[in-house]
């Protein structure tokens, strides 16, 4: 059993797992990463050499969850038992994650700029849809004002169009009595020179 933990993946997939043998399963029934019935279609392995962990996965299934890009894929899928150490980047990859890293960064200043701009527009739109709500009801209240105006001016029409027509009745009545009159003094007259 090594002292310290295998230096990386490959040394851990060399030296720290032994598969079992289908017939040795009888305890196990199923893969704990892809809950499969593990046997020949599905061979076990199991962790060894390992302090505090001794798990049986698939063989398949452990191998690709180690050679995953998981940052924790150098645990134990059940126990988190770190199973190998992990190299550091090299120079070039730390220079290249930072590239990364900044052009992300101003990516993200760039949509949080638009994020701020298309919120300041939205506050400008809704700033102006009130004022155009304000003068709409503004507008619709002279309006109002307005239809009540000539409501009103239409009711003094009709009394006074009323009033007119009274009048003129009286006045035609007056005229009709005042031509009678004319045509019985025309009568009256025609009478006494004859």
């Not at 199991?46 to 940052?71: E, K, M, R």
């Not at 990516?107 to 298309?118: I, S």
């Not at 006074?160 to 019985?184: K, M």
Request: aromatic share 2%; with cysteine.
């Amino acid at each position: 059993m090594p002292s310290s933990l295998p230096s990386n993946s490959e040394d851990f997939l060399e030296h720290n797992l032994t598969n079992i043998d289908a017939s040795n399963l009888a305890l196990l029934d199923e893969c704990y990463i892809c809950h499969e019935e593990l046997g020949t279609n599905h061979p076990a392995s199991q962790i060894t050499g390992i302090p505090d962990c001794s798990h049986v996965f698939g063989h398949d299934c452990l191998v690709a969850w180690i050679s995953s890009s998981n940052v924790n894929n150098n645990t134990c899928p059940m126990c988190r038992t770190i199973l190998y150490t992990k190299a550091l980047p090299s120079v070039d990859e730390i220079v290249r994650l930072t590239a990364s890293l900044r052009r992300l960064v101003a990516r993200m200043e760039t949509l949080e700029g638009m994020v701020d701009t298309a919120t300041r527009l939205g506050e400008e739109g809704r700033e102006e849809r009130r004022q155009q709500r304000r003068t709409a009801q503004r507008t619709e209240g002279e309006l109002q004002r307005q239809i009540e105006e000539l409501q009103r001016q239409g009711q003094e029409a009709r009394r006074t169009e009323g009033e007119a027509r009274r009048g003129a009745q009286e006045i035609r009545e007056v005229g009709r009595t005042l031509l009678l009159e004319v045509a019985r003094l025309r009568q009256q007259r025609d009478a006494d020179l004859d």
